[in-house]
DNA sequence: TACTATTTACGAATCATTCTTAATTAGAAC
DNA sequence: GTTCTAATTAAGAATGATTCGTAAATAGTA
């Protein structure tokens, strides 16, 4: 787990003002779970810090994905979630619940990397690759079914 | 190329009503390039029919997506972009300008497949795998750079 | 302790998208 | 060709996520 030492130094690390609302918005993605939306990390946070802004938190949310302590997922949906997972990774999406799963595996990142180095693509760099894994989880993880 | 009487085909073949705006939507994103937004495509069928409200566009999509004739691309921005291919692929995504391109690859559908046949995901079903090939272009497909 | 550039609080503004309702119309039945 | 009706569209209001604006607060430096 990560505890508010190196939460503080990742933030200082890059040069940032270390405040509150930055240190709460960051333990609170590596906290909650199933990659969170600025509104899952807001109500987070007000549990502890009723008067946090909304504003706040997606600047904050902002200014974390800037410096690359956070990147953003995006989804089919129209609400962004974060990740604070930062090594090169993929997902996996569930059509029938809103869980997003990480998937880790460095003998398909090989492969991958492999296969790129062989077949250039005409007029591109690749800088990375990530995967959408669609389908569905046999045994759902979370309550928030859809419809 | 494909004309209006297989566009016609396609909507009729999915037991929808053929309307003009049905058409022209479908046409347009056959027309337009780089997986146009929903108001590319409004700006687009404007042109010849000025009267053609927003919220029709977006419900002739939203029918066009549930009936597979379309289909949602995803991006970073929180505007939806449209496809009008069906068969498997992938997208290069530029960092730099907002132009996506497809990319087809048998062999790397077939590697992946191999790959997951081999390397089943506990607890999960794969339907599809999509790759974000994140990059960018050397000589840029289009004037919309960013700030 | 004081200073100042940065950051936050607060809510208004924006922008993509969805919803509502009455009017229109495609396709079926005659 | 006419009639009928369920499906579709027009028009713009409503919604919901996100961004913006500005005055007040504050982290880090001196």
Do not use: W
Not at 8 to 34: C, F, H, W
């Amino acid at each position: 787990m990560i505890d508010r030492l190196k939460i503080r130094n990742l933030i200082s690390g890059k040069g940032l003002k270390v405040t509150p609302q930055r240190m709460r918005v960051l333990e609170a993605i590596y906290l909650l779970d199933n990659h969170p939306t600025a509104e899952n990390i807001l109500e987070y946070i007000r549990r502890n810090d009723p008067n946090i802004g909304y504003g706040t938190v997606y600047k904050v949310l902002e200014t974390l994905v800037e410096h690359n302590l956070i990147v953003k997922v995006k989804t089919e949906k129209d609400v962004m979630r974060y990740d604070g997972i930062l090594e090169n990774h993929h997902h996996l999406y569930c059509k029938q619940c809103d869980y997003i799963e990480d998937y880790h595996n460095e003998k398909l990142d090989k492969l991958l990397t492999d296969f790129f180095h062989e077949n250039e693509i005409d007029n591109f760099i690749i800088e990375d690759i990530k995967l959408s894994i669609n389908g569905n989880f046999i045994i759902h993880k979370n309550k928030q079914h859809e419809s």
